[in-house]
């Protein structure tokens, strides 16, 4: 774990590189600025195996992160904890800088997701960053599949996401954007929304990179291939996996997606490392389904148990 010191020090909690476009636009703002109390959320967990299930042997949470304590849920795999992500401010707001450490120690299971969508609010001064660092130790199992980031009018914001796997480790990574708070009429009205996503094998060697960059060019919106295609949401979902063959995963994925009603493509991972699939729909119910039966029927593949029923309120 990082000492206190270090912790406040910006070069920890800032991103190592943060998109120029958005450095353009820092400020001081006229509320709280970043590294300001309230203003840095720091979340650190770190998991291992002890006897014959996975526990949370160490943490670490700044407001306005922090966490439940993880809960045995799963009916199939009672080993495995689920641990439930939260922020304490409602949402990510201007200037603020979060940081997430996830330590998944050797022959660990867990499961991470958040307790409801990650709401980006309106920003006029500065941007706001998410860091997410995920390792996942040799012959780990880790699903971290967070809720959809939702980017209100005026918000910027750029999330840099670091998975660090062993060969023999299995991580599942979804992440769902939204065009916006489309219930106020904010299809695409936030300013700058960004996100990095790395996938790496420990020692640093870069194994896939996926980069998404949604800059709002007039009314409705960012639109076009490979963006959103005039769509109000874009899903994505990683398998990472030494389990099955890359193709097989591959064709799980489609398969399982096929009448769903959804726009999606499916490819393998470089090394054949696994696969993962993007899919586009405008009806946020159909998007969720679609998500889950992906994941299902790669959960059955892999473990050989069905995804459990995770109820949020």
Sequence with gaps: MTTAPARLDPAHYEPRRTPARLLGLAGPPDTLAAGRPGKVGLLELRYARIGDRTELVDRYQKSPLQIMR???????????????????????????????????????????????????????????TQTVNLTAGADSYVEYLPDPLIP????????????????????????TI????????????????????????????????????????????????????GHDLMAS???????????????????????????????????????WVRLMGSDSPAVTRALRTAWDAVRRLLIGVPAPDLRKT
Excluded at 164 to 171: C, E, L, N, R
């Design 237 to 275: 979902l990683y398998v990472l996996t030494p389990l099955a063959p890359a193709a097989l995963v591959a064709d799980t994925l489609h398969d399982a997606l096929l009448d769903s009603g959804l726009i999606f493509g499916v490819s393998v991972l470089p090394d054949d490392a696994g696969a």
């Design 70 to 128: 993880p809960l045995y849920i799963d009916p199939q795999r009672p080993d495995l904890p689920v641990t439930y992500l939260m922020s304490t401010g409602g949402g990510i707001l201007q200037a603020d800088r979060n940081r997430i450490d996830i330590d998944c120690g050797p022959g660990s299971s867990v499961h991470l997701t958040t307790q409801a969508a990650t709401k980006v609010h309106r920003m006029e001064f500065d941007h706001a």
């Design 152 to 175: 209100y009018r005026d918000a910027r914001f750029y999330q840099h996401t670091l998975v660090t796997a062993d060969p023999t480790a299995t991580v599942l990574l979804g992440e």
């Design 178 to 229: 939204a065009a916006g708070r489309l219930a106020r009429g904010e299809r695409h009205a936030y300013r700058m929304l960004f996100s990095d996503l790395e996938v790496q094998r420990p020692g640093g060697s870069l194994l896939a990179v996926d980069s998404v960059r949604l800059v709002p060019d007039g009314p409705g919106g960012v639109s076009g291939p490979a963006v959103f295609a």
